[in-house]
């Protein structure tokens, strides 16, 4: 939410009410503005006035940062019709200006970063930033050192004109890697194994830039985020 905004606006999003209700509740005198009874719609509102609907106070949180461990068959979008999203995981007022900060697909777990400050999402998932995501990887087929070293250099996507940006790519056992990159293309993990002959079976996210998932979260759980992690 930007400031200064209308006063319809502001009750319509913290008290999570429809602004045609907002306006009628503004009309009977159920809002106030610093002990001022206020019947205009379009009265401004500033991040620090304090703001009365119906008798309760109405509290703008400012940005917020959170952190996710995504589980199996959930959506990192705001509503969907055929599945749960992240945003039913969590328990917190006031989400309707959130998103994700890098999505995952449905069968991937781990790592979701969820936001309501534009700016410094972008800086986290914009290419041009160089911000790496890092991946564990189960594949269906053995790794190969020839294979791995394709992904170092860059691989050629389907229906791509530049290769890939070079990887950060480190065996763990015959069928297990660790994947680090800094694009963010459509299934682009998923199509670089492809691209070296290969599939991935399971795929989960353990960091964001600097922000590696909290191995104390259990799948489904979330919390905020730490001043450092915030820090870029």
Request: hydrophobic share 35%.
């Amino acid at each position: 939410m930007k400031f200064p905004c209308r006063l319809d606006k502001f009750i319509s999003h913290l008290a999570e009410t429809p602004r045609t209700k907002a306006r009628a509740g503004i009309k009977r005198k159920d809002a106030s503005v610093n002990g001022e009874v206020i019947s205009a719609y379009d009265h401004p509102i500033t991040a620090t006035d304090d703001v009365l609907w119906q008798g309760k106070p109405l509290v703008f949180l400012g940005k917020r940062y959170y952190m996710l461990n995504k589980p199996v068959g959930y959506v990192c979008a705001n509503s969907d019709e055929l599945h749960p999203t992240v945003f039913d995981l969590l328990d917190e007022p006031n989400m309707s200006d959130f998103h994700v900060a890098g999505r995952l697909d449905l069968d991937t777990t781990g790592l979701v970063i969820i936001t309501n400050d534009g700016d410094w999402s972008h800086k986290i998932t914009s290419p041009k930033h160089n911000k790496f995501k890092t991946y564990l990887i189960e594949t269906q087929e053995p790794l190969t050192d020839d294979a791995l070293e394709k992904l170092r250099q860059g691989v050629q996507l389907h229906n791509e004109k530049e290769l890939t940006r070079p990887a950060i790519a480190e065996q763990l056992a015959t069928y297990r890697m660790r994947l680090s990159i800094c694009e963010g293309k459509y299934h682009q993990v998923k199509r670089m194994l492809a691209a070296v002959g290969n599939k991935v079976v399971e795929l989960h996210r353990e960091k964001v830039a600097n922000i590696e998932l909290d191995e104390t979260l259990a799948s489904g759980e979330y919390r905020l985020l730490s001043a450092a992690e915030i820090s870029l």
